[in-house]
């Protein structure tokens, strides 16, 4: 079983940076394709960015596209997400994720591809 540990969120002003770190532990890091979601009040949990097990491959939703970047260092069994000008409608809890099944070929986007959950950080972004 694996453990997911989301850090790096908090408050910061539109148009400003965060960077969001989900550290794995618990089984093979390498070999799982990863992924960030987010949740913001009232609506439904939605896909933000994802990566392959190789990292070469990074899928992104339209509304994150040209600010937000997924990466990941296995050696640290960690995946990043660097957030750069931000707005208010990116607050929300940022939730990372480990997909199903080993290796694959990038292109997960459902949260149904992604069995391991984080708890959770919150972003919030001020006017």
């Known amino acids: 079983q694996v453990q997911l540990v989301e850090s790096g969120g908090g408050l910061v002003q539109a148009g400003g940076s965060l960077r969001l770190s989900c550290a794995a532990s618990?089984?093979?890091?390498?070999?799982?394709?990863m992924g960030w979601f987010r949740q913001a009040p009232g609506k439904e949990r939605e896909f933000v960015a994802a990566?392959?097990?190789?990292?070469?491959?990074?899928d992104y939703a339209d509304s994150v596209k040209g600010r937000f970047t997924i990466s990941r260092d296995n050696a640290k069994n960690t995946v990043y997400l660097r957030m750069n000008s931000l707005n208010t409608e990116d607050t929300a809890v940022y939730y990372c994720?480990?997909?199903?099944?080993?290796?694959?070929?990038?292109?997960?986007?459902?949260?149904?591809?992604?069995?391991?959950w984080g708890q959770g950080t919150q972003v919030t972004v001020s006017s």
């Open positions: 994720a480990q997909s199903r099944q080993e290796y694959g070929l990038g292109g997960l986007k459902q949260a149904a591809d992604f069995g391991s």
């Open positions: 618990g089984r093979t890091f390498s070999i799982y394709g």
């Open positions: 990566i392959s097990w190789t990292g070469r491959i990074t």
